[in-house]
C-alpha cells in the first residue's frame, strides 16, 4: 500500500490553489492524467473525495478545504526546515524564490540577478513577477522566499526591510518640453494615463494626484509602463513612471520627462520575508546588495 507523500501534498496544493486540473499540471510541470492520478490515489488514501470534478474549474469539498488549509501549513513548515538546513550550510546556496513587482522588474532585477550570482555561486535564483497583491499572497503561503515591492505593506507575518525612496517623474508629450511643469495637485486636471487595476503604482498614482479610487472610471488605462509612455508619445495624455524606469521606457518614445513642480512625490522600495524564515541573516544581506544595486542605478540615470 502506498502511503501518503510530499507529491501528493504539493499536488493537492497546486490544485486546491488554481483550481484547474490542467493549469495545476502545468505549474507541477507533470502532465494532468499524472496529476489526476496522484489526486485519485491521495483520495484513495483518505477514504474520501477531496475535489468535486465537473465543469472548467474544480470544487473542493468540505475535507478538501480542510485538507488544504493543513496541507499549506505542513508545506510551510518544511520549507522552514529546508531552510534551516540552509542557514546552518554558511553562504546562501540552493533554491532562492524572489519575487518582484512589474514596475520594479525590468529595471532592478538585471542588476540583483548579476550581483546575487556573483557573491553566491551556489545560488538558484528564480525569480517571479506579479502585482503585489499575488506576491503578499505567495509569500505567505510559502510560495516564495522574499519579494521586492512598495512599502508600506503592513502584513503583521512579515518583516519589512526599507531600501530606498523613489521619485516620481512626469512623461509628457514631446511638444510640451517648453511649458511649465504642473505641481502634483494639478494632474487630476489633465488626462491623465494609469495602470490598470491591481497595481500599487497605480494606487500610488492616484494618490499623488488627490483623485479618489473611485473616479477613475473616465482615466485611461494600460497594463505596463512601456504602453502608457507610448501613449504619452502619441499624444493622448501624461503620464507618471518611477525614476528607475526612464532610461529604458523613454529612450525611443517622444517624449519629455520632469521632475514634478513643488513637493516631489516618492515611494519607498523593500524588501519583505516571513519573520518565521531561518534565512533571516542571508536576506538581510540581500536586501544589502538590492539598496546598492538600486542607489548606483539611481546615481548612473541621475548622470545620464
Same mark, same amino acid.
Given at each position: ?31 494532468? =492524467? ?54 546552518? *550550510? ?30 553566491? =555561486? ?65 494632474? *487630476? ?88 524564515? =531561518? ?26
Amino acid at each position: 500500500m502506498i502511503g501518503l507523500t510530499m507529491k501528493h501534498l504539493r499536488y493537492f496544493e497546486a490544485l486546491a490553489r488554481i483550481g484547474h486540473f490542467g493549469r495545476a499540471a502545468e505549474s507541477c510541470a507533470i502532465s494532468q =492524467p499524472a496529476l489526476s492520478v496522484q489526486i485519485r490515489e491521495l483520495e484513495g488514501l483518505l477514504g474520501a473525495p477531496l475535489v468535486e470534478r465537473g465543469g472548467r474549474r474544480i470544487r473542493l469539498t468540505g475535507l478538501g478545504e480542510e485538507f488544504a488549509g493543513r496541507t499549506r501549513a505542513i508545506l510551510r513548515a518544511v520549507d522552514e526546515l529546508e531552510d534551516l538546513g540552509r542557514a546552518a *550550510h554558511g553562504p546562501l546556496v540552493g533554491r532562492l524564490r524572489l519575487g518582484i513587482i512589474p514596475t520594479i522588474a525590468p529595471y532592478l532585477l538585471p542588476g540583483v540577478i548579476k550581483a546575487l550570482t556573483q557573491l553566491y =555561486p551556489g545560488l538558484d535564483l528564480r525569480p517571479r513577477e506579479a502585482v503585489t497583491q499575488r506576491l503578499i499572497e505567495d509569500l505567505t503561503e510559502a510560495r516564495l522566499d522574499a519579494a521586492i515591492v512598495a512599502l508600506p505593506i503592513s502584513e503583521p507575518a512579515l518583516e519589512e526591510v526599507p531600501l530606498f525612496d523613489e521619485e516620481f517623474v512626469l512623461v509628457r508629450p514631446l511638444e510640451d518640453a517648453g511649458k511649465p511643469v504642473p505641481a502634483s495637485d494639478r494632474l *487630476h486636471e489633465m488626462r491623465l494615463l494609469l495602470l490598470e487595476e491591481g497595481h500599487c503604482f497605480r494606487d500610488q498614482a492616484l494618490s499623488v494626484c488627490n483623485i479618489a479610487a473611485s473616479s477613475t472610471r473616465d482615466l485611461m488605462e494600460g497594463s505596463s509602463l512601456s504602453t502608457l509612455v507610448q501613449m504619452v508619445g502619441a499624444g493622448i495624455g501624461i503620464t507618471l513612471i518611477p525614476e528607475m524606469a526612464v532610461d529604458t521606457e523613454t529612450r525611443s518614445s517622444s517624449v519629455c520627462v520632469s521632475r514634478l513642480a513643488g513637493s516631489r512625490p516618492t515611494r519607498k522600495i523593500g524588501m519583505v520575508w516571513r519573520k518565521t524564515n =531561518p534565512l533571516l541573516a542571508q536576506f538581510a544581506r540581500i536586501a544589502d546588495i538590492v539598496r546598492e544595486t538600486g542607489l548606483r542605478q539611481r546615481q548612473l540615470n541621475n548622470a545620464a
